[in-house]
């Protein structure tokens, strides 16, 4: 990935993954949207959110890592 090195991995809903690891992943509110968090340095707190309307799933393949 340009953004980062190692590289993002997607974790679906399963929540950021921590331990040096840059990640994203995404929950789904109740109004039916998706919110996607970026860790950019792996330590498991979101460094950016994202809200994506009218969005309740997400694929490795809708992002660019």
Same mark, same amino acid.
């Given at each position: ?36 968090? @970026?860790?950019? =340095?792996?330590? !498991?707190?979101? $460094?950016?959110? /994202?809200?994506? @309307?009218?969005? =309740?799933?997400? !694929?490795?393949? $809708?992002?660019? /890592?």
């Amino acid at each position: 990935s340009e953004l980062s090195d190692p590289p993002f991995t997607f974790n679906g809903t399963g929540g950021l993954l921590g331990g040096g690891a840059p990640s994203v992943s995404y929950s789904v509110n109740g109004g039916g949207n998706a919110i996607v968090s @970026l860790d950019i =340095d792996g330590d !498991a707190t979101a $460094d950016l959110v /994202l809200l994506v @309307l009218n969005t =309740d799933t997400l !694929a490795a393949s $809708d992002f660019l /890592l």
